[in-house]
């Protein structure tokens, strides 16, 4: 699945479509292009034991954001909220656009 082309980026504001957090927004925090899952801020967050590793480090529970498929979010564009990603060429370089309204995103 490495040879698969995602058109979300790192820092992307997305949405979840799916799942339990449905209709949530938050920034791309990491992409897994090998198993094709992202992690987002604030969205799937799961309570994990934390061991305690020096003396001012505190163990315990911990909250942390789980991945999520990338077939979940969609990107949101700043007009239409989450829309397709579509690509213009304009002279040398390519660039991501809203399919609705056609801005860049």
């Known amino acids: 699945m490495a040879d698969v082309k995602y058109k979300l980026r790192k820092e992307d504001l997305v ?11 938050g920034k ?3 992409i897994d292009r090998d198993k094709g899952r992202i992690i ?3 969205i799937n967050m799961m309570k994990k034991a934390m061991k ?7 163990g315990g529970i911990a ?3 789980a991945s ?4 979940n979010v969609m990107i949101v564009c ?3 909220g989450p829309v397709k990603i579509g690509y213009k060429i304009e002279g040398d370089t390519k660039k991501r656009v809203c399919r609705k ?3 860049a995103l």
């Open 15 to 25: 949405q979840v479509i799916a799942g339990k957090d449905k209709g949530k927004q």
């Open 28 to 30: 791309i925090l990491r």
């Open 40 to 42: 987002v801020s604030g």
């Open 52 to 58: 305690k590793k020096n003396q001012n480090d505190r």
């Open 63 to 65: 909250e942390i954001e």
């Open 68 to 71: 999520l498929d990338i077939s």
């Open 78 to 80: 700043k007009k239409c």
């Open 101 to 103: 309204c056609g801005e």
